[in-house]
């Protein structure tokens, strides 16, 4: 089948999804020169093929020692199209959420041994995210429009037999270092402008007064850093954050009296704007103290919140932090700001009571109301670095 013709067929498409992805998929196949799970894999359930049977959350269930009953609460399902050590691929029908696609595959791909890459389609669309352990996830997305164009075309058969070609560069420890060191500098940066009131002080109960303000500086960063992963893991709405850090570059004042009022919120739960805010529990928005942060400290952490920070791991990032702040003064910064990191503990704790070890006690219904990206947080062989608030390895 040429371009041209694949281009016209699937143009004019316009049926329901079950109906006809064999076929869509099929004429991929002959579009890149490559054999049809049929052809390939005679027996249509080993190495490739269509309708592979699943279990949901699959790593959900091996806590046996955390949920009970596990194999009757277990949730089975199809993956579109497996092809091993390569991908999954889901379908859905024209110009259809294909979020939704995404967040079924991240349910099915323990079941499918972690496939390296992840593909979305709606016979028009192609979305391909990687799913490489260490690494941070890359997208890569085009239409059938520009199906025959070269990199495209290159994308495709490396999604059949060549993933390792879109393997990303960039790892996880590479990126958490970077931000490590940004939020490592505003902590230097506010205990500069507060050391002054520190070594003025003459009495215990002014020193007191003194290491709790650096104390809360710290608690401060911590709910700032917490932010930033609860956003881009469907915690918190999407952008509300970052877009907040970004405008606030343009009124300081503003922005320290509005980040008060979000963290309050958190606290309780609740509407922020137009935006309904979770419950978080731990303790860790009880005290919604915020610094007034100057023009270039908002402008890191403006920055910061660029980062995706669902590839972040927490136990990284609060070494490395730790450690440069250790490298100011012997050590003596850190122990002023009392800074030891938020942990992957103290982030589950903040968790609103819905969360995902609840739900996995609670069965396969409450696990279907995670927020998006929940599933993909569990630790698994090939992505376990990935949204590591949730992360199943570091849990006794």
Same mark, same amino acid.
């Given at each position: 089948?040429?371009?041209?013709?694949?281009?016209?067929?699937?143009? /004019?498409?316009?049926?329901?999804?079950?109906?006809?992805?064999?076929?869509?998929?099929?004429?991929?196949?002959?579009?890149?020169?490559?054999?049809?799970?049929?052809?390939?894999?005679?027996?249509?359930?080993?190495?490739?093929?269509?309708?592979?049977?699943?279990?949901?959350?699959?790593?959900?269930?091996?806590?046996?020692?955390?949920?009970?009953?596990?194999?009757?609460?277990?949730? /089975?399902?199809?993956?579109?199209?497996?092809?091993?050590?390569?991908?999954?691929?889901?379908?859905?029908?024209?110009?259809?959420?294909?979020?939704?696609?995404?967040?079924?595959?991240?349910?099915?791909?323990?079941?499918?041994?972690?496939?390296?890459?992840?593909?979305?389609?709606? @016979?028009?669309?192609?979305?391909?995210?990687?799913?490489?352990?260490?690494?941070?996830?890359?997208?890569?997305?085009?239409?059938?429009?520009?199906?025959?164009?070269?990199?495209?075309?290159?994308?495709?058969?490396?999604?059949?037999?060549?993933?390792?070609?879109?393997?990303?560069?960039?790892?996880?420890?590479?990126?958490?270092?970077?931000?490590?060191e940004k939020i490592a500098e505003v902590a230097k940066s506010?205990?500069?402008?507060?050391?002054?009131?520190?070594?003025?002080?003459?009495?215990?109960?002014?020193?007191?007064?003194?290491?709790?303000?650096?104390?809360?500086?710290?608690?401060?960063?911590?709910?700032?850093?917490?932010?930033?992963?609860?956003?881009?893991?469907?915690?918190?709405?999407?952008?509300?954050?970052?877009?907040?850090?970004?405008?606030?570059?343009?009124?300081?004042?503003?922005?320290?009296?509005?980040?008060?009022?979000? @963290?309050?919120?958190?606290?309780?739960?609740?509407? @922020?704007?137009?935006?309904?805010?979770?419950?978080?529990?731990?303790?860790? +928005?009880?005290?919604?103290?915020?610094?007034?942060?100057?023009?270039?400290?908002?402008?890191?952490?403006?920055?910061?919140?660029?980062?995706?920070?669902?590839?972040?791991?927490?136990?990284?990032?609060?070494?490395? +932090?730790? /450690?440069?702040?250790?490298?100011?003064?012997?050590?003596?910064?850190?122990?002023?700001?009392?800074?030891?990191?938020?942990?992957?503990?103290?982030?589950?704790?903040?968790?609103?009571?819905?969360?995902?070890?609840?739900?996995?006690?609670?069965?396969?219904?409450?696990?279907?109301?995670?927020?998006?990206?929940?599933?993909?947080?569990?630790?698994?062989?090939?992505?376990?670095?990935?949204?590591?608030?949730?992360?199943?390895?570091?849990?006794?």
């Amino acid at each position: 089948m040429t371009s041209a013709e694949f281009k016209r067929k699937w143009a /004019r498409f316009s049926g329901k999804e079950s109906a006809a992805y064999q076929e869509h998929f099929s004429d991929l196949c002959r579009l890149l020169g490559q054999p049809t799970p049929a052809e390939a894999d005679p027996t249509g359930t080993e190495s490739f093929c269509f309708q592979k049977r699943v279990i949901k959350d699959a790593e959900l269930f091996e806590l046996d020692e955390i949920v009970s009953g596990a194999d009757d609460a277990k949730e /089975r399902g199809f993956a579109d199209v497996w092809k091993a050590g390569c991908f999954a691929w889901e379908y859905k029908g024209k110009k259809k959420n294909l979020d939704e696609a995404y967040r079924q595959l991240l349910r099915y791909r323990e079941s499918l041994l972690n496939p390296p890459l992840l593909v979305v389609c709606d @016979f028009d669309r192609y979305i391909v995210r990687t799913n490489f352990n260490g690494t941070v996830q890359e997208v890569h997305e085009f239409s059938n429009a520009r199906i025959d164009r070269p990199e495209n075309l290159k994308i495709l058969r490396a999604v059949f037999s060549d993933p390792d070609f879109l393997k990303p560069q960039r790892t996880t420890a590479q990126v958490t270092e970077n931000l490590a060191e940004k939020i490592a500098e505003v902590a230097k940066s506010l205990q500069n402008r507060e050391a002054e009131e520190l070594a003025d002080t003459k009495t215990r109960a002014e020193m007191t007064f003194a290491q709790r303000k650096y104390l809360r500086i710290a608690r401060f960063l911590n709910r700032i850093v917490f932010c930033f992963f609860a956003e881009d893991t469907g915690l918190l709405p999407k952008k509300l954050f970052s877009d907040l850090l970004k405008t606030g570059i343009d009124d300081l004042h503003h922005f320290a009296e509005t980040l008060e009022k979000l @963290f309050k919120v958190m606290a309780k739960g609740g509407t @922020f704007g137009k935006d309904k805010i979770r419950y978080f529990n731990g303790h860790l +928005f009880t005290d919604s103290t915020v610094f007034e942060l100057t023009e270039e400290e908002l402008r890191k952490l403006a920055d910061a919140g660029e980062a995706d920070w669902q590839f972040i791991q927490p136990g990284i990032m609060g070494t490395l +932090f730790e /450690r440069a702040l250790d490298f100011e003064e012997g050590g003596k910064l850190r122990a002023q700001l009392g800074a030891h990191y938020t942990s992957e503990a103290d982030i589950k704790r903040s968790l609103n009571p819905c969360s995902w070890l609840r739900s996995a006690a609670n069965g396969p219904r409450s696990k279907a109301n995670l927020p998006p990206l929940m599933p993909k947080a569990m630790a698994h062989p090939r992505n376990a670095t990935s949204s590591p608030h949730f992360k199943r390895s570091s849990l006794p």
